[in-house]
């Protein structure tokens, strides 16, 4: 029962990269990107958020992470070709400096993971300063693993990653959305931020299967009775159970 809540505030965002089909990636950012706009390539975010509070807990105690939200404030919209989309949470699969930025290959799988959450989908252009937010609890959990941190996976970040929801490839024009960064000259409200709520618990092992016991040989018989209700037992016949076309039955 009960728990403990806390949020990862914006001084806890440890690496923000921007990444764009066929360019260098941008390390300091100063705005968040997702889209294709047809002025650049396909782009992506990458966020890194720093995890050590929960991850020192977990050195000594059992943390299992019930929730856990990201939230993000819009700051406007770049392309004037609109397509409904959605933004999703995909886990950076390596390193940010082993990101392939080939056209193409950006959103590939051996970027970034399949998505573990996504935003609500923006069936029109969103407005300036629209916040949203989404469940984050399946993502953070690869990093912080209900079970043991001896299964937790290394935290390289998560992308924000844009999907046409008709299904047209990412490579197609489309609108850059625009979400606040961290930085000095931004309001704490409008910065992405996460939150995390969490218990202290006993996670007890499995026990193990029991061992398989000999069994001692046994004597089987099978009986049947016909449509007078004549009974007869039979030692050498195959275990049977049911009806035959002469309506015997077999027990």
Do not use: M
Request: net charge negative; glycine share 6%.
């Amino acid at each position: 029962e009960g728990g403990s809540r806390v949020e990862i505030t914006p001084s806890s965002v440890t690496e923000i990269i921007v990444f764009t089909e066929g360019e260098d990636p941008n390390t300091s950012p100063t705005e968040l990107e997702v889209g294709n706009p047809p002025s650049k390539g396909v782009t992506v975010t990458v966020l890194k958020f720093n995890l050590t509070e929960i991850t020192e807990l977990q050195e000594n105690n059992d943390i299992w992470v019930t929730q856990s939200n990201i939230f993000l404030t819009v700051k406007g919209t770049e392309g004037d070709t609109w397509k409904e989309q959605v933004t999703k949470l995909r886990p950076l699969v390596t390193n940010p400096e082993n990101v392939d930025t080939t056209p193409g290959e950006l959103t590939s799988t051996d970027n970034f993971e399949e998505s573990t959450g996504e935003f609500p989908e923006n069936k029109k252009v969103p407005g300036d300063d629209k916040k949203i937010y989404t469940d984050f609890t399946t993502t953070i959990h690869k990093w912080i693993n209900p079970y043991s941190k001896d299964k937790n996976e290394d935290n390289n970040g998560v992308g924000l990653v844009n999907e046409y929801t008709d299904g047209s490839p990412d490579s197609e024009d489309g609108t850059l959305i625009i979400y606040y960064t961290v930085d000095e000259n931004t309001d704490e409200e409008h910065v992405p931020k996460i939150d995390i709520c969490y218990k202290e618990v006993e996670i007890k092992e499995c026990t193990k299967p029991s061992e398989p016991t000999d069994v001692e040989e046994v004597t089987t018989v099978v009986l049947t009775k016909d449509e007078d209700g004549n009974t007869a037992v039979h030692d050498n016949e195959t275990l049977s159970h049911g009806k035959d076309l002469d309506g015997v039955v077999y027990r």
